[in-house]
């Protein structure tokens, strides 16, 4: 397995609620994307010949059925296969695109962290199972907090670079940074799962 799987997959569940702090990599406070996502949806379902609510509704049976193919196979346990297939049926394929967010803010706080902690991704993923990013960092003689500030470095920079190009407020980048924050304290401390 790649850490990226065992990265995402461990803390997930911890990295949904930077779902507004995700944001903070796209330095964008459109709010029409929601139905931007609708119109596109409403095109490609023309596209099929079909209604835009069986167009979702295959959507989510495809993802469903990929869950379940990951659960059979192994490399996700039940109680998440049960809780994804629940976010599958209740969510919206509009607000998937703040997962991947999650997802890009996620994996850019591993990648700080690989660095701070001098290790590459192999030894990354050696060092990780059974441990946070924390406990490898108080093993080095580093602080979890300075581990958290390098965490959330690339994205304060980009932050700062969005309120000085006139891109986003500095209220908004302010909640931005400090919802990444609060993720990047959870994610250093999140103790990754044995192989």
């Known amino acids: 397995m790649r850490l990226n799987r ?12 930077l779902v507004g702090g995700g944001a903070a990599l796209a330095a964008s406070s459109d709010g029409n994307r929601g139905s931007m996502c609708e119109q596109r949806l409403a095109k490609i379902a023309e596209n099929r010949g079909v209604s835009v609510e069986q ?34 049926s209740e969510g919206s394929l509009c607000g998937a695109r703040n997962h991947v967010r999650v997802r890009i803010a996620a994996r850019s706080m591993l990648r700080a962290a690989a660095n701070f902690l ?25 602080t979890a907090s300075a581990l958290e500030d390098a965490m959330v470095a690339p994205a304060k920079a980009r932050l700062a670079k969005a309120v000085e190009e006139k891109k986003l407020s500095q209220d908004r980048a302010d909640e931005i940074l400090s919802k990444l924050e609060k993720g990047a304290e959870r994610l250093a401390t999140h103790v990754f799962a044995t192989k």
């Open 55 to 88: 167009l979702q509704a295959d959507i989510k049976s495809r993802l469903l059925a990929r869950i379940d193919v990951a659960e059979k196979a192994g490399r996700i346990s039940s109680e998440r296969a049960a809780k994804l297939r629940e976010r599958v």
């Open 118 to 142: 001098q290790l590459d991704r192999v030894q990354l993923r050696a060092q990780l199972p059974g441990t946070s990013l924390a406990g490898l960092a108080e093993k080095q003689g580093k």
């Open 6 to 17: 065992h990265a995402v997959g461990a803390f997930a569940a911890t990295a949904t609620l």
